[in-house]
């Protein structure tokens, strides 16, 4: 699936297996839907490019005088990037293309490096942000910060040669902010969540799980109701955010709800192994990573209508759909009604249409990187 808007398009100047990247991105490694997009990204093009690298923050504990927490959840972390040490990175990365992934600190720094290093310049546009602000702040932040956020993506929008979009709806918002062109990506996976045979799935709907950031917009709500509704179901989440004490307190009041924390990459594919469904009910999703991850593991993912991950018609297979004013519970329900079998059949469609996906957006963005890269002088 490509969607690229009506602009001539660079002659592709550097052999993809030439091809060296630079990403800069605000978000750790890992840690949220954006910060594992490229750590599985870059994982896949190490292998068929010669250098792939991001420059990002690190978990550090020590000082940093430039460190301030995310507006709307203290538990992420905005960093200011260090000059010295993105120079000595770029000077061994030698790039032909850098890519701005997040508006923050190191993604702005991302269009003055590509003019400073000579090479081509491009941006991804994974989460409306601005969408956000009615869940986290009130009239006068929120338009503050939704204006910081707006001349931030602006900035990045205009400079670059092409904007990267996860879904099509996003298509009107980025050209509004100045892209020349956009094209709409596909979501990679991680080489253990796809090259590792998954467990069968259990016989009976016994466990479904949650994992993922635990805010507002996520619907954790949703989860502890429907963990409340069905006490013969075991309910399991895994996350970090700052709806961490509601969750925690779901936990000590529900016997058949279990919060495991913030998990790593092999926590959480041994998480989704051992449940029969994944659930995400959030208000606004662009993408939904998780629930792709989930169909490479062979397990159904019932995800909000809204969602972006639906806009994909090759993956609709495998998912099934929480309806527009459908509560979670009853979407549960619905589930448990269906024939026996039904979501074995849905489990086989969500592993097959997820490795497909995840072939077929690494060769998307190969061809992106070579028709964006632009040889050093």
Known sequence: ?????????PEPSIATHRLRVAFFSDSLAERNGTGAYYHDLIEQLRSRIDCADILQPRLSSGFHPFRFPLPGDATQQLMAPNPMEIRRALSRIRPHVIVSVTPGPYGLLGPWMARRNQCGFISAYHTHFEGLADLYWRP????????????????LCQRSSTVLINNRSLSDTVMKLGAQQYDVMGTPLARS????????????????????????EKNIDAILDAARQWPSIRFVIGGDGPLKARVEAGAAELPNLDYRGWLDRDSLRALIDESSLLVLPSHQETFGSIALEAMARG????????????????????LYKIRNQ??????????????????????????NAALQLNDHTLEQWLSVLTEQARNRS
Not at 1 to 9: G, K, P, S, W
């Open 326 to 351: 459908e509560s979670l519970s009853d979407a549960i329900a619905r589930l448990q009604s269906d024939p026996p079998g039904s979501m074995a059949t849905v489990a086989a469609h969500a592993r």
């Open 140 to 155: 006068f932040k929120r338009h503050l910060i939704s204006g910081c956020l707006s001349s931030a993506n602006r900035f």
């Open 299 to 318: 397990r159904p993912a019932l995800v909000s209508e809204n969602a972006g991950i639906h806009d994909w018609t090759q993956l609709a297979a495998g």
């Open 1 to 9: 699936m490509n969607d690229i808007a009506t602009l001539a398009q």
């Open 193 to 216: 969540f796809a090259d590792t045979p998954p467990a069968p799935l259990p016989d009976s709907l016994q466990q479904i799980c949650f994992a993922g950031r635990l805010a507002a």
